[in-house]
């Protein structure tokens, strides 16, 4: 069975005090689903975060990372530099980073070899803009979003790769795909990694939904059969609420 996910995207929110504030309502909270909880707090802030979960069944992952070991990349962290301080998991291909710093499918394909080079696994998002959705073009950006920066890995890789299905008109607008919508669209995913990979692969790889899940719409969501969980923004950002999320499951 595929797993189920649900990941807080805490974005550039809460400085140090406020995600040791947050932390502590989180585990306050009563979990009564299978799903996995993680959360992406900003890099000044991961060790911290870690620190404080080590023994807790909230996983503490990475907004994004650099494709390169070390060197001159002033600003940048990398993926040996996320592995020492405990970090498994990051977040690829958000699509702000895309919108605001120029990450290209080809950088993110750099990205995902770093990524598993050493031995992370990855929750790589993709989605189309709200002008695709109108020209009816967002399955053909989806395809090549995924393939770009995908296809070029061997089957078995897909063991450390989730898929985050995030349409972009969606993120922080309040407006939610319809779960009809994403269901069609994680069944097209799915059936892209058929195309490529195979049924095996294809059932195996869990694919989120992210774009304004808020606790009043999870559960209709979470019900779709190809929606695996959720990449959360906004409402990641208050424990209730998020754990309300993950309890939709
Ligand atoms: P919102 O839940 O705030 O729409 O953000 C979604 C998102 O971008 C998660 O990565």
Known sequence: MRKHIVAGNWKMNNDLPQTELLITELLKQNKTSDAEVMIAPT???LWQAFESLRQ????????NMH???????????????LKSIGIETVILGHSERRA????????????????????????FC?????????????????????KNALFHLEADAFKNIVLAYEPVWAIGTGETASPEQAQDMHAFIRKTLADKYGNDVAESVSILYG????????????????????????AALKAE?????????
């Open 241 to 249: 609420d998020f754990y309300a999320i993950v309890n939709a499951f």
């Open 211 to 234: 774009g304004s899940v808020k606790p009043n719409n999870a559960k209709e969501i979470f019900g779709k059969p190809d929606v695996d969980g959720g990449l959360i923004g906004g």
């Open 126 to 146: 993709f989605g189309e803009e709200l002008a695709d959705r109108k020209s009816g073009n967002h399955e053909g950006i989806v395809e090549s979003q995924i």
């Open 67 to 81: 494709f390169a070991e070390n060197g001159a990349y002033t600003g940048e962290i990398s993926a040996s530099m």
């Open 43 to 45: 890099f000044t802030n």
């Open 100 to 123: 605001y710093f120029n990450e290209t499918d080809e950088s993110l394909a750099k990205k995902v070899d770093a990524a598993l080079a050493n031995d992370m696994r990855i929750i």
């Open 56 to 63: 807790e069944s909230i996983e503490v992952i990475a907004q």
